[in-house]
C-alpha cells in the first residue's frame, strides 16, 4: 500500500536535472509531493489529480499516470535550495494515504 | 500565530508515564493529523479527523490515543510507550479530508522530537 520512491537518494551538481519516480500497487485518486529539510516539517509542493494536467511550482515540475499508477517529479536547473528528502504522497480510495519512502537529494555547488 | 504549532518541541518519558502532544492549527481547517515518523522510515499516517470526527485510525496501538475537542485542536496521548515509539509526531491539517478528486493540501506542524526511556 506504501509507494516505493526511486532512487533512495541523489547527488546532484548545481544547475543539474534529476527526477524522483513514485509508484504504488494501488489505484489512484491523487498524488502529492512534499519536501522536508533536515530537522523542519515537510512543505507542499503539489498535487497531481486524476485526468489533471502536469503541475508546476518554480522549476519543479510532476506527471501522474493514472494507468500505471506512477508518478514522477522532475527538477529542473537545481539549485542548493532545493536540497532535502521528497515523498510522494498516494491518496486511494476513502481516506488511505500513504507516504513514499523518501528521496534523499543533495545538490552541491 | 500562524499556521500550525505543536507543544512540546521536545519530550523525554519514562515507558511508565502519561504525557500528551498538542496540535493547533490556525488556518480554519476541517481536517487534522497525526504521523509518526521514525528514523530512516516513511512517515506514517495515525490518525485522521475530519470536524471533530475521527475517520481514519491505522491500526495504532492503544497506548496512543487521539482526542479532537474542536476544529482547531488535536491531542496525541500517551501511556505506556515503549521505545520503539521514539520517534518525530508531526500534526498537519487540511481543508477538507481526501474525497474523489478533491483538493487536500496538508499543512505540516514542525513535530514533538519524543524520546521513550
Known amino acids: 500500500q506504501q509507494p516505493v520512491q526511486s532512487p533512495q537518494a541523489v547527488i546532484l551538481r548545481e544547475g543539474e536535472d534529476a527526477v524522483i519516480n513514485c509508484s504504488s500497487s494501488k489505484a489512484l485518486y491523487s498524488v502529492h509531493w512534499y519536501r522536508q529539510k533536515h530537522g523542519e516539517a515537510p512543505v507542499f509542493l503539489m498535487i497531481l489529480l486524476k485526468g489533471g494536467e502536469q503541475m508546476r511550482h518554480e522549476k519543479i515540475s510532476a506527471s501522474f499516470n493514472e494507468k500505471k499508477q506512477q508518478s514522477s517529479l522532475y527538477l529542473t536547473a537545481s539549485q542548493l535550495s532545493y536540497s532535502g528528502t521528497y515523498f510522494c504522497?498516494?491518496?486511494?480510495?476513502?481516506?488511505?494515504?500513504?507516504f513514499g519512502t523518501g528521496t534523499s537529494l543533495t545538490v552541491i555547488p | 500565530e500562524t499556521g500550525v504549532t505543536q507543544t512540546p518541541r521536545h519530550l523525554v518519558m519514562g515507558m511508565t508515564n502519561k504525557k500528551s502532544l498538542k496540535c493547533e492549527q490556525h488556518l480554519g481547517h476541517n481536517a487534522m493529523y497525526w504521523y509518526k515518523q521514525s528514523a530512516k522510515k516513511p512517515l506514517e499516517l495515525m490518525f485522521v479527523y475530519s470536524l471533530e470526527e475521527r475517520v481514519e485510525n491505522n491500526s495504532v496501538p492503544s497506548r496512543f490515543s487521539p482526542e479532537c475537542p474542536n476544529s482547531s485542536h488535536l491531542f496525541l496521548h500517551l501511556h505506556t510507550l515503549q521505545p520503539e515509539d521514539s520517534a518525530l509526531y508531526l500534526c498537519?491539517?487540511?481543508?477538507?479530508?481526501?474525497?474523489?478528486?478533491?483538493?487536500?493540501?496538508?499543512?505540516f506542524g514542525p513535530g514533538t522530537r519524543l524520546t521513550v526511556l
Open positions: 498537519a491539517s487540511s481543508q477538507e479530508t481526501s474525497g474523489d478528486l478533491s483538493y487536500n493540501e496538508q499543512f
Open positions: 504522497g498516494t491518496e486511494g480510495r476513502g481516506n488511505q494515504f500513504y
